[in-house]
């Protein structure tokens, strides 16, 4: 009988598989568990191996095969540290301590690529920790979050880094290496991030629909889960709820053309918690399971986080889908599980000695808590600084009243971990002061609580700002309108305890006012009278310690803004315009905002001069190094955060007034001068090309501009883009 290509093809395989196998020196029951063999061959061997009951419990969020000893590993929440429990009980309900980070939103805040990528290299370290040592958690880590946040009245504005796209994929792309580690053969955990896309609103977010054009579909709400796979290495992400054009996300074609095709998307994309049931109930885009679970499969989903058996079997037997068709997709799990080394020996995978080897818990040492301390100074943001008001001389202070919602507690979030300890404004401020400064505390002002500590006070300090989720209100529900969380939408911008500021405000002129936030707030009173105002997220296990370096003068703030504070509701198009051009963020925004993108003030005083290009033609494939000279003219050392914006010249569509291209975070002492490099890169100024369906670089004069934020540029130069 005459052997077809198949099987010719599938016996030399079987043949080369069996000799490597008999050249290692640990032998192997089956060729999937064979490291030196070729990933796509040992997933062929898995899969045939296999069974359809295990193919289809495989598209669950654990690809464990027990029967043929494959240890698949399931998620883990991550956003700015791992989630083995925080407020929602991610894990189970015996919440164990990990270390616990500012949120996302404060992250973005630092401007500081290597600060992100620490904490997720953190973040990875602990849950190999737990996995390995307590077979707590997974590998496939649910970070970063790509989203941008568009609109200040989104809900989950904390989970994002800011508004600018490409400013988030340049940090998406941090979190991802963290997280994944530096080994070139093996990940320390899986990337996988949330939510693709245009996901920024959430109200009616489980029907809802993003619409705008083919253009900012490439240039902006896809750009940073692009540059997350192109550019950071993840090979997963998670769907959103929403539909774009009409059409849900979890079935959109562009998970294929787009993220498959075109960037090289070959891992894990996994539904949103429950978005299969909404295709039937919210959305209502199909008739029955049967048919919404064949075309999820179909445009390449391999995980389901929510209950898809009987839609799978019952498209099975209705011949919607075939078994080949589950097969292909669990190829891309298969892939990200012998990437995780989940498939090879131990002595393999160098990041498989992580909780073997370890004598004390990771978050325990002191690395780790300094870590979390040196970050969360970074992401504060100085907003007001009235004839040097900060920071305060302790060695003045008889007495000082902290005041607030926020002074003596450290508000978790909903995908927040459970840090080993916490330490509130008050602690942290007393720490510092110690035994000899009388330090005060009252929450609010009933019976006159707050007025009584504050009008003898030589400082007060006003700890306010948001709960992240909404001081523990039922789902869906958010009682105060500022708030906002997880389903709910925002709103109002007005700070509610805005009424308190004034009221100690009108006893003692002394006044600090500390907003922790998880969003931008229109603080427009408290930015004309109080003389200094500061910024941070909430979140961090060291948040109070953190204020107290920046209020007393041990850390000098450089946290910069990611998002443009408006000044009004007013000045923002409706919520569901999801046309940035309308006016959204600091590209298109035409009004007057409270605090522009970029914006933080220091305890010193930056000069800039000599901006200088490499070459004043950069070629359309090409790369120039733009370099500034940035002089502190002040009496303290200080961090300057340097951003590098374009604005494009007779160009043949229409552009934004400037875009961030590049920025550096940069220490510089008293008196001292530096010269700072920045690489711009030609693919970066592309545009989408609709009509030839590529991105396009145009050869046209380009305007450089130089400066400490995006209304506050010093110096400027064009350039040539050339052939």
């Known amino acids: 009988m005459k052997t077809s290509p198949v099987t010719a093809a599938a016996l030399t395989l079987t043949l080369t598989a069996?000799?490597?196998?008999?050249?290692?020196?640990?032998?192997?029951?089956?060729?999937?568990?064979?490291?030196?063999?070729?990933?796509?061959?040992?997933?062929?061997?898995?899969?045939?191996?296999?069974?359809?009951?295990?193919?289809?419990?495989?598209?669950?969020?654990?690809?464990?095969?027990?029967?043929?000893?494959?240890?698949?590993?399931?998620?883990?929440?991550?956003?700015?540290?791992?989630?083995?429990?925080?407020?929602?009980?991610?894990?189970?309900?015996?919440?164990?301590?990990t270390t616990i980070f500012p949120q996302a939103y404060g992250l973005g805040e630092s401007w500081d690529v290597d600060a992100v990528k620490t904490v997720a290299a953190i973040e990875g370290y602990e849950a190999r920790y737990y996995f390995q040592k307590h077979k707590r958690g997974g590998l496939v880590v649910r970070a970063p979050n790509a989203d941008i946040a568009r609109d200040p009245r989104w809900g989950r504005t904390e989970e994002s880094y800011g508004e600018d796209a490409w400013f988030n994929g340049t940090m998406t792309v941090a979190f991802i290496q963290g997280l994944q580690g530096d080994d070139p053969d093996y990940w320390q955990t899986a990337a996988l991030m949330k939510h693709f896309l245009a996901n920024s609103n959430e109200d009616n977010r489980d029907s809802s629909s993003s619409d705008f054009d083919?253009?900012?579909?490439?240039?902006?709400?896809?750009?940073?889960?692009?540059?997350g796979i192109v550019e950071g290495g993840s090979r997963a992400f998670m769907t959103a709820y929403n539909a774009v054009n009409g059409v849900p996300m979890i079935v959109?074609?562009?998970?294929?053309?787009?993220?498959?095709?075109?960037?090289?998307?070959?891992?894990?994309?996994?539904?949103?918690?429950?978005?299969?049931?909404?295709?039937?109930?919210?959305?209502?885009?199909?008739?029955?399971?049967?048919?919404?679970?064949?075309?999820?499969?179909?445009?390449?989903?391999?995980?389901?986080?929510?209950?898809?058996?009987e839609g799978v079997y019952g498209a099975l037997a209705n011949g919607y889908l075939t078994e080949k068709e589950i097969e292909d997709v669990l190829r891309g799990v298969y892939r990200v599980m012998i990437k995780l080394g989940q498939l090879d020996p131990k002595e393999r995978v160098r990041y498989k000695s992580i909780?073997?080897?370890?004598?004390?818990?990771?978050?325990?040492?002191?690395?780790?808590?300094?870590?979390?301390?040196?970050?969360?100074?970074?992401?504060?943001?100085?907003?007001?600084?009235?004839?040097?008001?900060?920071?305060?001389?302790?060695?003045?202070?008889?007495?000082?009243?902290?005041?607030?919602?926020?002074?003596?507690?450290?508000?978790?979030?909903?995908?927040?971990?459970?840090?080993?300890?916490?330490?509130t404004a008050l602690e942290g401020i007393r720490n510092t002061l110690g035994k000899d400064v009388d330090v005060r505390y009252a929450k609010d002002n009933i019976d006159g609580a707050?007025?009584?500590?504050?009008?003898?006070?030589?400082?007060?300090?006003?700890?306010?700002?948001?709960?992240p989720y909404c001081n523990g209100a039922e789902w869906k529900e958010c009682g105060t309108p500022s708030f906002g969380r997880e389903a709910v939408d925002r709103k109002s911008l007005t700070l509610e305890e805005e009424a308190l500021i004034k009221q100690v405000y009108a006893v003692n002129r002394n006044v600090v006012v500390v907003l922790a936030s998880s969003f931008p707030y229109a603080i427009n009173w408290t930015q004309k009278h109080i003389p200094a105002i500061l910024h941070m997220a909430h979140n961090s296990q060291e948040m109070g310690n953190a204020l107290a370096d920046v209020l007393f003068g041990d850390y000098n703030p450089a946290g910069r803004l990611t998002q443009t504070w408006v000044a009004s509701l007013k000045q923002l198009p409706d919520m569901m315009d999801y046309n940035i051009r309308n006016g959204r963020t600091y590209m298109y925004f035409d009004g007057k905002p409270l605090y522009p993108f970029?914006?933080?003030?220091?305890?010193?005083?930056?000069?800039?001069?000599?901006?200088?290009?490499?070459?004043?033609?950069?070629?359309?494939?090409?790369?120039?190094?733009?370099?500034?000279?940035?002089?502190?003219?002040?009496e303290v050392a200080g961090d300057e955060v340097v951003q590098l914006y374009v604005k494009h010249r007779n160009s043949k569509v229409k552009r934004p007034d400037r875009e961030i291209r590049g920025f550096k975070r940069v220490s510089i002492p008293a008196g001292k001068t530096v010269t700072v490099s920045i690489p711009l890169i030609a693919s970066d100024l592309a545009y989408w090309d609709a009509k030839m369906n590529r991105f396009v670089v145009e050869k046209k004069m380009l305007q450089l501009m130089v400066g400490a934020s995006s209304k506050d540029i010093r110096l400027t130069k064009n350039i040539q883009v050339v052939e």
């Open 18 to 97: 069996a000799l490597i196998i008999a050249s290692n020196a640990q032998a192997v029951q089956y060729p999937f568990q064979n490291p030196d063999l070729d990933t796509e061959a040992r997933i062929d061997n898995l899969l045939s191996l296999m069974t359809l009951d295990e193919k289809v419990q495989a598209l669950s969020t654990d690809p464990s095969v027990p029967r043929l000893g494959v240890e698949g590993t399931k998620h883990v929440e991550g956003l700015h540290g791992l989630a083995l429990g925080g407020p929602s009980n991610w894990g189970s309900k015996d919440p164990v301590p």
């Open 598 to 634: 970029g914006y933080g003030l220091s305890y010193t005083q930056f000069d800039y001069s000599n901006l200088t290009v490499s070459s004043d033609k950069l070629k359309r494939d090409g790369e120039i190094t733009v370099r500034v000279d940035i002089k502190n003219t002040g």
């Open 450 to 467: 707050a007025t009584g500590i504050a009008k003898d006070a030589d400082a007060v300090i006003l700890v306010v700002g948001n709960h």
């Open 355 to 423: 909780g073997v080897e370890d004598e004390q818990e990771p978050w325990l040492t002191e690395s780790h808590k300094q870590a979390a301390r040196e970050v969360t100074r970074k992401t504060i943001v100085l907003l007001k600084n009235e004839n040097g008001t900060l920071p305060l001389n302790r060695e003045k202070m008889k007495s000082v009243a902290v005041i607030g919602s926020v002074a003596n507690d450290v508000f978790l979030d909903w995908y927040s971990g459970t840090p080993p300890y916490t330490v």
């Open 214 to 227: 083919e253009r900012l579909l490439h240039e902006y709400y896809a750009l940073p889960f692009r540059m």
């Open 252 to 309: 959109h074609p562009m998970l294929e053309t787009l993220a498959v095709k075109q960037w090289g998307q070959t891992g894990i994309i996994c539904t949103d918690g429950g978005a299969f049931r909404l295709l039937l109930e919210a959305h209502k885009y199909y008739p029955d399971p049967y048919k919404a679970a064949n075309a999820v499969i179909k445009t390449g989903t391999n995980q389901f986080l929510d209950d898809y058996k």
